[in-house]
Structure formats: C-alpha cells, structure tokens
C-alpha cells in the first residue's frame, strides 16, 4: 500500500507511522463516533445531544484502545496492562471532557438550537462544534498522552509478527 505512494509522501509515511496508524485507528473511530452520535441525537436522546455526544465517544474510546494498543503502538508501553488502560482510559476521559465541550458551548452558551436557530443551523452548530473542533483538540491532546504517559516506551514491547501492512510502513516491502 505505501509502496505506491508517491516519493515524498511515502517518506514521510515511513518516518511517521505511528502517526499515520494513529489516524487511522482515528478515522475508523470518528465513523464509529460520527454514526453513533447522529443516531442517538436523532432518536432516543434527541433533548440530550451532549449525551448522545459523550456515549458515541465512551464507545469510540473502547475501539480506539484495542486498535491504538495492537496495532498504532504495538512496540511501545512501558507499563503493567492493566495500569496502562487505566492511564489509557484517564486520558480519554479528558478527551471526552475536550470533545464535548465545543458541543456544549454551542448549543447552551451561544444557544444555537432550536427555537433560537432554524433546525438546519443547529446541526451545522452541532456537527461542526461536536465532530470537527471536538474531534481535533482532543485528538491532539490523546496523541500527546498516549505517547507521553500511555506508551511511553518505544519497543517495551517486543514485536510479534508483522503483517503484509507493517512491512510496507516499515519499508520492508
């Protein structure tokens, strides 16, 4: 897959590939998130959309820590399982603060919801407060905390066998 990129990007790609494995676990995790999120807001917690928003993100969070543990930092750790999902789960449990607050200043701050705003406004508020600014805080603060106190340590773990795509992002390909 990386193999046909072009020059410059697959470079950057290599060097980067927690990174890029990190947005990716990210990507599938803001469908999971996105699609979760409209449902419950749109249905049973239509009069609770930031709690629609923080159960879409409880369950986004619980994805995120499989994939992000075995595959985005499979090599790192550091620390005993059980106090590195804690750690795991702490920092998420401030990106769900991080996430949500765009949300909830939107709709009860500068009241964009209903009746103040036509329904079309408030969920443009809504999805841009919720699924964009949100989504990238508090992105960046989990990148930040899963290497800094997460996975600290870069190949506390010893790499087990690589598929097809571990070899292509490590140039082994």
Known sequence: MISRFPEPIRSIALKHRELVKFALVGGTCFVIDTAIFVVLKTTVLLEKPVTAKIIATLVA???SYVLNREWSFKTRGGRERHHEAALFFLVNGIGIVLNSMP???????FDLEEPFVSRAVQEIADFTSAQ????LVAMAFRWYGYKK??????DARPRRGRSTEDEEMLGHS
């Open 103 to 109: 949300l909830w200043v939107s709709r009860y701050v």
């Open 149 to 154: 106190w997460v996975f600290p340590e870069a």
């Open 61 to 63: 969070t619980i994805v």
């Open 132 to 135: 964009i600014i949100g989504t």
